[in-house]
C-alpha cells in the first residue's frame, strides 16, 4: 500500500481527465471556496485571520516540501522538472508570503495569475498518476490552496485588484517567462510550457503550434485577466453611480 502510494511507477491506469475522481476534486474546491464565502465574515476578527493565513500558509509550504522530498526519496529530482518555476509553483511562493505578509503587492500578481493559472490546472491538470497516489493529493491540494488563497485575501482581507494590477501581473508573467527560456535552455525542462506543450490534453491545444501558442498565451492570459476583473469594474462603476446619486 505505501509503496504504491508513493511509488514514481504506475502500476495502475494513468489518471484520465474528468475521471470520477478528478470531478470530485473540483468540486470540493468548489464546496471549500463556498463555505470560505459563507464563513468571511467570522473569519476577520484578527487572531482568528491570522491563524487561518498562518495555517492555510503552511500548508502550501507542507505541500511542496512533500512534493520535493517524494523526488528525491522516488530518485527522481532532476534540473529539469524540480525546480520552483512552474507558474503555480511560483504562485505557491507568491501566495505564503502574501498571507504571512498580508502583501497587497503580492495580491496583486497572485489574484490574476493565481487564480488563472491554478484554476486552469485543476480543470486540465498535467497529472499522470491517478486517485489514490500521493501526486494525485499533493497536486489538488496545492492548487486548491492557491485558489483559496487568493479567494481569502479577496473575501477575509477585503481586498480589490485594480486595472493596474493587470499591467503588473503581465510583466511579472513576461519576466518569469524570459528566465523559464533561459532555464530550459541550461536543464532541458520545459518550465512555463514554453519549449514544449504539456503531454497532457490542455486548453493549450486550442493555441496553434509551436511557438505560436506562447504569443496566444499571452492575449488569452490578457483577456483572462480583463475578465476576472469585469465584477470589481462593474462594482465600482455602481458604487460611483450611487455616490453621484446621494
Not at 73 to 81: D, G, I
Amino acid at each position: 500500500m505505501t509503496s504504491s502510494f508513493l511509488s514514481a511507477e504506475i502500476t495502475t491506469e494513468p489518471f484520465q481527465l474528468f475521471s470520477a475522481s478528478h470531478v470530485s476534486c473540483v468540486l470540493l474546491v468548489f464546496a471549500a471556496a463556498a463555505l470560505l464565502y459563507q464563513l468571511r465574515r467570522r473569519i476577520q476578527p484578527p487572531r482568528i485571520d491570522a491563524f487561518c493565513r498562518l495555517a492555510l500558509a503552511s500548508l502550501l509550504v507542507l505541500t511542496e516540501i512533500g512534493f520535493q522530498l517524494w523526488l528525491v526519496w522516488t530518485h527522481t529530482w532532476t534540473r529539469s522538472e524540480a525546480l520552483p518555476l512552474q507558474l503555480c509553483s511560483v504562485m505557491l511562493i507568491f501566495s505564503v508570503f502574501m498571507l504571512v505578509s498580508n502583501s497587497y503587492r503580492l495580491y496583486e500578481i497572485t489574484f490574476f495569475a493565481g487564480l488563472i493559472g491554478a484554476g486552469q490546472a485543476l480543470i486540465t491538470p498535467e497529472l499522470f498518476y491517478p486517485f489514490p497516489h500521493f501526486r494525485f493529493f499533493h497536486f489538488f491540494l496545492a492548487h486548491a490552496c492557491i485558489v483559496l488563497a487568493c479567494l481569502y485575501m479577496t473575501w477575509v482581507k477585503n481586498y480589490r485588484p485594480t486595472v493596474w494590477s493587470i499591467g503588473k501581473s503581465m510583466v511579472m508573467l513576461n519576466s518569469l517567462l524570459l528566465i523559464a527560456l533561459i532555464v530550459n535552455r541550461f536543464t532541458g525542462g520545459n518550465y512555463l510550457f514554453v519549449a514544449h506543450k504539456p503531454f497532457q490534453p490542455t486548453l493549450m491545444d486550442y493555441l496553434g503550434p509551436y511557438p505560436w501558442y506562447i504569443l496566444s498565451l499571452e492575449g488569452v492570459a490578457l483577456g483572462l485577466f480583463f475578465l476576472l476583473y469585469l465584477p470589481f469594474w462593474i462594482q465600482k462603476r455602481r458604487a460611483a453611480r450611487q455616490s453621484l446619486g446621494a
